[in-house]
């Protein structure tokens, strides 16, 4: 099949062959002893979670225990972890059937960004909605996350309009969109 087309329309065999005599398609493939399944959709994922799944002190912890066990460990992200972690997960999605993937990616340190994200994903083939997280309010301000794991909130909307206007499409059938996804109110302050 070309890359990034969609299927049509599925036909029996009579009803191809009436309709091929009639008029030729542009492109068909022939599946007689195949099922033909729409491609499962992920709707909510944190791809870079791949890296620290199981970690002892984290796994079996109420929501906040298990943040604050890991977040100490997410500040050394880097953009090659999240390229890495991308590819991991998207292969797994791809295995268990899905086609189309959102992620929500909301921790930016280091050099990290959601181009690497982005660019780990469509090397893969995958149809993609990319959320560009958020966090405010770090420890110092009431928050829950460190410090060093906070964003300005005006670099926030400025990488946000860079990252819609560089990748966003917003065509049917699109491949690449962008959505703008800021964390809880425990980690966000209202702008
Ligand atoms: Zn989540």
Redesign the pocket.
Known sequence: MPPFSCVAQLLSRSERHRRCRRRPTRFSISRGRHVVLPGLINT???FYQHLTRAVPGAQDRELFGWLKTLYPIWANLTAGAVYTSAQMAVAELMLSGCTTSSD?LYLFPNDCSLDDEIRAVCEMGMRFHASRGSMSVGESNGGLPPDSLVENESHILRDSQRLIETYHDNQRHAMIRITLAPCSPFRCRPI
């Open positions: 909510h994922h944190h929500h």
